[in-house]
T-cell receptor, first 107, second 120 residues
Framework: GQNIDQPTEMTATEGAIVQINCTYQ??????LFWYQQHAGEAPTFLSY????GLEEKGRFSSFLSRSKGYSYLLLKELQMKDSASYLC????????FGKGTRLHILP | DTAVSQTPKYLVTQMGNDKSIKCEQN?????MYWYKQDSKKFLKIMFS???????INETVPNRFSPKSPDKAHLNLHINSLELGDSAVYFC???????????????????FGAGTRLSVL
């Protein structure tokens, strides 16, 4: 079956670093995405990994290990505007989304 | 200019009614999608069209019928609305369809702002 797991909620402090983990079991793999979704808004694309390793994009980085079925999204220098849900999604023959991790940022 | 636009933004209706949600993208993408996001924020694919052809049809009641008059438009019609249909419906588009096998091209999805459907 297809399964994507990520923590339901996390809390971090402004200026800190947070790592959001995602594990997946899918019948095929053609890439992993991270999306950000602010409350009441549409998901927006953050990052894409298809090969093992780290992809860095400003304050956000995403890591993938295909052999472990594992990814993480790393957010540095947290800002209040980073309070949002973060969705891990895996592309098999279609894109399957995880249930999202709601990140709360404390001042 | 809005890249993926869907209307209406809010839809409040009675059980048993029939309603439609429209979606248009001006990105020149080949593939369009409908997703349902329930109260627990779980985003689940319903349908996908590539160049007006249905390519993904998840286990969705046949009260839901998508229609793609051209590759820039994908509308969703819902018959005999039920309480459980209350959710946010997102339209999305992407440049290429998801392909089986191999590390294909990026399939980044661009989402519309969502339609909040409340069935009373």
């Amino acid at each position: 079956g297809q399964n994507i797991d990520q923590p339901t909620e996390m809390t971090a402090t402004e200026g800190a670093i947070v790592q959001i983990n995602c594990t997946y079991q899918t019948s095929g793999f053609n890439g992993l995405f991270w999306y950000q979704q602010h409350a009441g808004e549409a998901p927006t694309f953050l990052s894409y990994n298809v090969l093992d390793g780290l992809e860095e994009k400003g304050r956000f980085s995403s890591f993938l290990s295909r052999s472990k079925g594992y990814s993480y999204l790393l957010l540095k220098e947290l800002q209040m505007k980073d309070s949002a849900s973060y969705l891990c999604a895996v592309r098999d023959d279609k894109i399957i989304f995880g249930k999202g991790t709601r990140l709360h940022i404390l001042p | 200019d809005t890249a993926v636009s869907q209307t209406p933004k809010y839809l409040v209706t009675q059980m048993g009614n029939d309603k439609s949600i429209k979606c248009e993208q001006n990105l020149g993408h080949d593939t369009m999608y409908w997703y349902k996001q329930d109260s627990k924020k779980f985003l689940k694919i319903m349908f996908s069209y590539n160049n007006k052809e249905l390519i993904i049809n998840e286990t969705v009641p046949n009260r839901f019928s998508p229609k793609s008059p051209d590759k820039a438009h994908l509308n969703l019609h819902i018959n005999s609305l039920e309480l459980g249909d209350s959710a946010v419906y997102f339209c999305a588009s992407s440049p290429t369809r998801a392909l089986l096998g191999g590390a294909g091209a990026k399939n980044i999805q661009y989402f519309g702002a969502g339609t909040r459907l409340s069935v009373l």
